[in-house]
């Protein structure tokens, strides 16, 4: 149980930067492996990386990787994910989600089906 609301998109030039947060209402918070997903108009939902419950381990698509970095803190119930060195191409709605307790399996494959709780989404927009 463990709602979720992303914040801190917005329009950004190619080459530039965003960070994006992820707000958790609920005490089991830190026990929840952390994912980022985006999608665009008319594609299907990608995995863009994840973070294990502990924050020691994370994972990353190779598309974004290099370029965005997740990170969390327990204590606040926050998960970010730092986005540079934006691309048009980077342009989607970006979620959240809290995958099952203390499992890590879906944040390193980036099987979004294990994903049971999901925040509404922030628009990234990167201009050409």
């Known amino acids: 149980q463990v709602q979720l609301a992303e914040s801190g998109g917005g329009l950004v030039q190619t080459g530039g930067s965003l960070r994006l947060s992820c707000a958790a209402t609920g005490r089991t918070f830190s026990t929840y492996p952390m994912g980022w997903f985006r999608q665009a108009p008319g594609r299907e939902r990608e995995f863009v990386g994840g973070v294990s419950w502990s924050g020691i381990r994370t994972y990353y698509a190779d598309s974004v990787k290099g370029r965005f970095t997740i990170s969390r803190d327990n204590a606040k119930n926050m998960v970010y994910l730092q986005m540079n060195s934006l691309k048009p191409e980077d342009t989607a709605v970006y979620y959240c989600?809290?995958?099952?307790?203390?499992?890590?399996?879906?944040?390193?494959?980036?099987?979004?089906?294990?994903?049971?709780?999901w925040g509404q989404g922030t628009q990234v927009t990167v201009s050409s």
């Open positions: 989600a809290a995958g099952p307790p203390y499992d890590s399996k879906y944040v390193a494959t980036g099987d979004l089906t294990g994903f049971g709780s």
